[in-house]
Nanobody, 121 residues
Framework: QLQASGGGLVQAGGSLRLSCRAS????????MGWFCQAPGKEREFLAT????????WYAESVKGRFTISRDNPKNTVYLQMNSLKPEDTAVYYC????????????????WGQGTQVTVSS
């Protein structure tokens, strides 16, 4: 089970750090990803990280603003979000998969409950 947390209301230009903690299994050898979904829009890829943390991949829309990282001993993945914009307002989800490292959501096996991020202008 994956549980995302850390969302909230922030002003444009502000920062938030999301956390995604796994329970019931170790994430050491799983690829992890973050997606978001705004009302009326499709789920959007944000970032992914390999099992060691040595490789990351970002959507162009968040490159330079968001940073994905992981702490395997804590079974947790993070998404540091800086320079937030009103268009970043969405529900943010973490996801994992044993074999897939990419930006296509349907290829990930496990999804957590989302956390709401609202950015005011």
């Amino acid at each position: 089970q994956l549980q995302a947390s850390g969302g909230g209301l922030v002003q444009a230009g502000g920062s938030l750090r999301l956390s995604c903690r796994a329970s019931g299994r170790a994430l050491d050898y799983y690829y992890m990803g973050w997606f978001c979904q705004a009302p009326g829009k499709e789920r959007e890829f944000l970032a992914t990280i390999n099992w060691s943390g040595g490789s990351t991949w970002y959507a162009e829309s968040v490159k330079g603003r968001f940073t994905i990282s992981r702490d395997n001993p804590k079974n947790t993945v993070y998404l540091q979000m800086n320079s937030l914009k009103p268009e970043d307002t969405a529900v943010y989800y973490c996801t994992s998969d044993r074999d897939y490292y990419g930006d296509v959501g349907r290829h990930y096996d496990f999804w957590g409950q989302g956390t709401q991020v609202t950015v005011s202008s």
